[in-house]
């Protein structure tokens, strides 16, 4: 397979590496990924995150095995285990249903070579054309808010959420991004932060629950995230505290925005109900632990609940950004989740 270099992933020497996302801003690491072990604990611990980046990730990482010599047989079996790795996030099950085809096909080791290069360029090309439709939607002067990370850490390409934010800067239209630390692990503080300092985009950092009190003194003009899943009504799963933003910006009549790619929209899923939650560790509730050690700040014997994401309702989302176009509420309510 040629070399890939994205913001987080490489392909060089025919083996995978990814950025640790848990290192950063103060380091970066670049860790081996050579075996569907050492990626499936990477996805776990977060140091491989974002949806489109789980999934082209997992969708290299088959194709170089392949490429090593692995049969059809043990392919298939790799497939699964990398298929379960993370059950919200829907671009790792719709990218290996496409690998999996391919799989299937005589000279399966091209084939898989060859699909995990389109979706790669793919996710490119969704992220720019999300940016286009997204930043269309930016006034000029904007306070932005946004949740998580959504930028070129969790995709190939510009990101999304975060994507439209920079290409709003770029256009002149932004004059600060709130950003929330957003549970777990704080990946608003970390990498959002990071990148858009990297970026010269200008930002403030803020607790989750601090955007209440902006919102009520009109500092923010809307809220842009992203998206794990898409169900077929509309209903989005991202990061926990997406939900809490939606009912505020719906509150204070703040327009509030899910920018994804269509590889996000699960149409067999009928809505946010039907959307698995992953658990994550007690631990990440109870103290907190990096290079530095280990901190407990909670009893041990607290009961800790940590879901990872929770679910909006449609009802609450002012426009789906996709690579196709924008969605309107309009759209949702007829039953067509299709773009202007």
């Not at 140091?47 to 990482?61: D, E, K, N, Y």
Request: glycine share 8%.
């Amino acid at each position: 397979m040629q070399t890939l270099q994205t913001t987080s992933l490489q392909v060089r020497d025919n083996q995978l590496w990814i950025l640790d996302q848990q290192a950063l801003p103060q380091q970066k690491n670049w860790l081996p990924a050579h075996s569907v072990a050492q990626l499936v604990e990477h996805i776990h611990a977060l140091r491989v995150r974002g949806a489109p980046l789980i999934g082209l990730s997992a969708s290299l990482l088959l194709a170089l095995l392949a490429e090593q010599g692995q049969t059809q047989r043990q392919l298939a079996e790799s497939l699964a285990i990398l298929r379960a790795a993370r059950p919200t996030a829907v671009n790792l099950m719709n990218n290996l249903d496409r690998m999996k085809q391919a799989l299937a096909q005589p000279a399966f080791a091209t084939a898989l070579a060859e699909e995990a290069w389109r979706l790669v360029e793919e996710d490119k090309q969704l992220c720019e054309a999300i940016a286009t439709a997204g930043s269309a939607l930016v006034k000029p002067g904007s306070q932005l808010l946004t949740h998580c990370n959504t930028g070129g850490l969790a995709t190939a390409g510009v990101g999304t959420a975060l994507g439209v934010i920079v290409r709003a800067h770029q256009q002149g239209r932004i004059n600060n991004v709130w950003v929330d630390e957003t549970r777990p692990l704080l990946q608003g503080g970390r990498l959002t932060a990071w990148e858009l300092g990297e970026l010269a985009v200008p930002y403030t950092l803020i607790t989750d629950s601090m955007a209440a009190s902006l919102m009520a003194t009109k500092q923010v003009d809307a809220v842009w995230v992203g998206a794990d899943r898409i169900a077929a009504n509309g209903d989005v799963a991202n990061k926990i505290g997406t939900y809490s933003l939606a009912v505020l910006a719906h509150y204070h009549q703040i327009p509030f925005y899910v920018a994804a790619p269509h590889t996000t929209l699960d149409r067999g899923c009928p809505n946010g109900e039907a959307i698995p939650i992953e658990q994550r560790a007690a631990s990440e509730v109870t103290g907190v632990a990096g290079s530095f050690g280990s901190v407990q700040w909670a009893p041990e014997a607290a009961n800790v609940y940590n879901p990872a994401f929770d679910v909006t309702p449609a009802a609450l989302i002012s426009g789906w950004v996709l690579d196709t176009g924008v969605v309107t509420p309009e759209q949702v309510q007829a039953g067509i989740f299709q773009p202007q």
